[in-house]
T-cell receptor, first 112, second 111 residues
């Protein structure tokens, strides 16, 4: 069964460092997303990406965040200067645009 | 702004004891209501998408229903392996892309 793959599963970084979270969406999907879930809280939308550009972003997705699809299979989320409050589970998701949204297993980001 | 409220926050059942989880929503122009299962430390696992009032979908011991204001996830004769957090999310007409999630219901099924 096709799945969304995320790496790494856990990332520990020092405050102020840059991190890149990686995702391989389902191969025939065209819509890609990043969500995050702070421990004990709701899953929150960060950004959506379609046709090689950001299609929508939330207030959380400020200038420290960026997304990229560097090749035909990978989708990345970069956090430029991490803060303690960026510690969360980050989920990549992909969709075929027909109402099927599939999520990866997540990257647990810990900022120390 | 789209809003999703799930109740109860936590539910403890005995194996075989059927029950229902509730998801109330406020959205301008519902374009889909989604149910997911989430195990601890894992990503949401897709269960169902519902689009219009009156629609029902089933998968094993789970059945999801939809009205104009809420959705129910009915669990029939649950087993311990059904223990998880069940998440509800909506896609509203104001966005082509974003899902808005509720906080979830933590279901525990005791043997």
């Amino acid at each position: 069964e096709p799945e969304v793959t995320q790496t790494p599963s856990h990332q520990v970084t020092q405050m102020g460092q840059e991190v890149i979270l990686r995702c391989v969406p389902i191969s025939n999907h065209l819509y890609f997303y990043w969500y995050r879930q702070i421990l004990g809280q709701k899953v929150e939308f960060l950004v959506s990406f379609y046709n090689n550009e950001i299609s929508e972003k939330s207030e959380i997705f400020d200038d420290q965040f960026s997304v990229e699809r560097p090749d035909g299979s990978n989708f990345t989320l970069k956090i430029r200067s991490t803060k303690l409050e960026d510690s969360a589970m980050y989920f990549c998701a992909s969709s075929n645009g027909e109402g099927w949204f599939f999520f990866g297993q997540g990257t647990r980001l810990t900022v120390v | 702004e789209d809003q999703v409220t799930q109740s109860p926050e936590a539910l403890r059942l005995q194996e075989g004891e059927s029950s229902s989880l509730n998801c109330s929503y406020t959205v301008s122009g519902l374009r889909g209501l989604f149910w997911y299962r989430q195990d601890p430390g894992k990503g949401p696992e897709f269960l169902f998408t519902l689009y219009s009032a009156g629609e029902e979908k089933e998968k094993e011991r789970l059945k999801a229903t939809l009205t104009k204001k809420e959705s129910f996830l009915h669990i029939t004769a649950p087993k311990p392996e059904d223990s998880a957090t069940y998440l509800c999310a909506v896609k509203g007409g104001g966005s082509n892309y974003k899902l808005t999630f509720g906080k979830g219901t933590l279901l525990t099924v005791n043997p």
